[in-house]
């Protein structure tokens, strides 16, 4: 009988590279925004003039508009401590412990939206640094004392380990920019921290801290004098714009990592020809000889037919049949 012809096996497409996240390499990547945005409330901390004459400008605007909510709310607090010191703690404190777990738990339980909830932070935390360079601005809390505002954080030093200047602990608060008010991050962050224990939490519970968290945090920064309202209002416009930018930075992220690695192939785990050994590349051999029990990938071709797993395993060829 005539020997029929196998039907060639239809080509296999390469699956596009995934982008796989490492531990080791977000640790850095977040120390690096977060450096950069210390560096950033620092740049601008000697134009003291400028920022007194903006925190008044708010100020102002907010009586016109009647939105001034910070006078009623900081004598509330400077006037009962059991409300003062729990929100001067609040203020030195959460913004820089519940954002880091937030993060972490995402990395660990959520990793297919950890990207996008980073890239969203991160990029909403540059443009406040931008807000920090060209406005800086006076917080309530450093105007003269006929506006009627008291400095919590300096009344109720003595309950924290923060000084008198904002929530840097005693001593360190030459390394801050007490003029970076504008907008206020704590919210911006105090919003991101929300809507991911809203979307992602699962239980009621973690919704309700997901509305509670944020809305606290807009009352504590006002209650304290470290911020205005307006403020807070620029802080929930930053993470709007960082939400709407954050698609774009990843894009562009994508194709600056796609260049990078057609150029440097070793990048994207691609070792250049298309025979990839299992043994490591630095180790060669003579045409046509074998290292025993050496496994050989071809990749985009199926395996030859009629060859065993054994056969595959030890490298001889199939017998002919």
Same mark, same amino acid.
């Given at each position: 009988?005539?020997?029929?012809?196998?039907?060639?096996?239809?080509?296999?497409?390469?699956?596009?590279?995934?982008?796989?996240?490492? @531990?080791?390499?977000?640790v850095p990547l977040i120390l690096l925004v977060y450096g950069c945005y210390t560096a950033g409330r620092l740049l601008v901390r /000697?134009?003291?003039s400028g920022a007194v004459d903006h925190g008044l400008s708010i100020l102002r605007l907010e009586?016109?508009?009647?939105?001034?909510?910070?006078?009623?709310?900081?004598r509330l607090f400077t006037r009962e401590p059991?409300? /003062?010191?729990? +929100?001067?703690?609040?203020?030195? !404190? *959460?913004?820089? #412990?519940?954002t880091p777990i937030i993060l972490v738990w995402l990395f660990r !339980?959520?990793?297919?939206?950890?990207? &996008?909830?980073? &890239?969203?932070?991160?990029? !909403?935390?540059f443009i406040g640094l931008i807000?920090?360079? *060209?406005?800086?601005?006076?917080?309530?809390?450093?105007?003269?004392?006929?506006? /009627?505002f008291v400095d919590t954080m300096a009344?109720? !030093?003595?309950? /924290? @380990?923060?000084?008198?200047? +904002?929530?840097?602990?005693?001593?360190?608060?030459?390394?801050?920019?007490?003029?970076?008010a504008m907008p206020s991050l704590h919210v911006g962050w105090a919003l991101w921290c929300g809507v991911m224990l809203w979307r992602h939490g699962g239980t009621r519970w973690t919704k309700a801290a997901g509305v509670a968290y944020p809305l606290l945090t807009t009352l504590v920064v006002m209650g304290t004098a470290n911020h205005y309202?307006?403020?807070?209002?620029?802080?929930?416009?930053?993470? $709007? #714009?960082?939400?709407?930018? $954050?698609?774009?930075?990843?894009?562009?992220?994508?194709?600056?990592?796609?260049?990078?690695?057609?150029? #440097?192939p070793a990048l994207a785990g691609r070792p250049g020809g298309d025979i990839s050994p299992i043994v490591s590349g630095g180790c060669q051999t003579s045409a046509g000889e074998r290292i025993p029990r050496q496994r050989e990938t071809r990749l985009g071709s199926p395996a030859e037919p009629g060859a065993s797993s054994q056969d595959a395993e030890d490298g001889a060829p199939a017998p002919a049949r």
């Amino acid at each position: 009988m005539p020997q029929t012809e196998a039907p060639a096996p239809a080509p296999r497409t390469e699956a596009a590279p995934r982008t796989r996240l490492r @531990w080791w390499t977000e640790v850095p990547l977040i120390l690096l925004v977060y450096g950069c945005y210390t560096a950033g409330r620092l740049l601008v901390r /000697g134009d003291v003039s400028g920022a007194v004459d903006h925190g008044l400008s708010i100020l102002r605007l907010e009586k016109v508009l009647r939105l001034n909510f910070e006078h009623p709310l900081n004598r509330l607090f400077t006037r009962e401590p059991w409300l /003062g010191v729990p +929100a001067d703690f609040w203020y030195a !404190s *959460l913004h820089y #412990v519940v954002t880091p777990i937030i993060l972490v738990w995402l990395f660990r !339980s959520r990793a297919a939206l950890y990207r &996008t909830a980073r &890239t969203w932070l991160m990029t !909403s935390t540059f443009i406040g640094l931008i807000g920090f360079t *060209l406005l800086p601005t006076c917080p309530p809390r450093l105007l003269s004392p006929d506006h /009627g505002f008291v400095d919590t954080m300096a009344h109720y !030093s003595s309950y /924290g @380990w923060w000084g008198g200047d +904002a929530s840097a602990p005693r001593g360190m608060g030459g390394m801050t920019n007490q003029y970076a008010a504008m907008p206020s991050l704590h919210v911006g962050w105090a919003l991101w921290c929300g809507v991911m224990l809203w979307r992602h939490g699962g239980t009621r519970w973690t919704k309700a801290a997901g509305v509670a968290y944020p809305l606290l945090t807009t009352l504590v920064v006002m209650g304290t004098a470290n911020h205005y309202f307006l403020d807070a209002v620029a802080g929930v416009a930053v993470m $709007g #714009v960082g939400l709407l930018l $954050g698609p774009v930075v990843t894009r562009s992220v994508d194709r600056a990592r796609a260049v990078l690695a057609a150029r #440097v192939p070793a990048l994207a785990g691609r070792p250049g020809g298309d025979i990839s050994p299992i043994v490591s590349g630095g180790c060669q051999t003579s045409a046509g000889e074998r290292i025993p029990r050496q496994r050989e990938t071809r990749l985009g071709s199926p395996a030859e037919p009629g060859a065993s797993s054994q056969d595959a395993e030890d490298g001889a060829p199939a017998p002919a049949r």
